[in-house]
């Protein structure tokens, strides 16, 4: 049967410091430059397909939405180990929420970008019937 669509190919993440923001997803998530413009960059996690775009803009736009009791970021990064991101990133000098767990079905925890951009990462656990054994197929220590 053939697909509509197979996977997201990219984020896009607006940003006012192309350079600064640059560097700082480098360095926070280990990400190489696979393209470049004066307005753009377009990054990668080594081997994987998805591919973060940081555009520039002049001013902060918000990339969650606001649930009227919480915001949620539009999208999260995923880990296999919760703990060990969270560790990982205050290593990294970056300001992060305590982790949180959800229903038995996921950890969690958010964080902002340099532009103040909330981001999360997720952790599905056992209990999360439908996207556990899913993600499962993908991990690759």
Do not use: C
Not at 16 to 40: A, G, K, N, P
Not at 100 to 114: G, L, S, Y
């Amino acid at each position: 049967m053939r697909k509509i669509v197979s996977k997201i190919s990219g984020i896009f993440i607006p940003v006012t410091d192309l350079q600064r923001s640059t560097e700082w997803y480098i360095r926070i998530f280990d990400l190489e430059v696979i393209e470049r413009s004066e307005m753009y960059t377009g990054l990668a996690f080594p081997g994987e397909v998805t591919s973060i775009g940081l555009w520039k803009v002049e001013k902060p736009q918000p990339i969650h939405f606001d649930t009227g009791t919480f915001k949620v970021p539009y999208y999260n990064f995923e880990s296999f180990d919760i703990e060990y991101s969270h560790a990982a990133l205050i290593e990294k000098g970056v300001d992060v929420q305590e982790i949180e767990i959800h229903e038995e079905e996921t950890r969690f925890f958010d964080f902002h970008d340099p532009d103040g951009n909330l981001l999360g990462i997720v952790e599905e656990l056992p209990g999360s019937a439908a996207f556990y054994a899913h993600k499962q197929k993908y991990r690759r220590d």
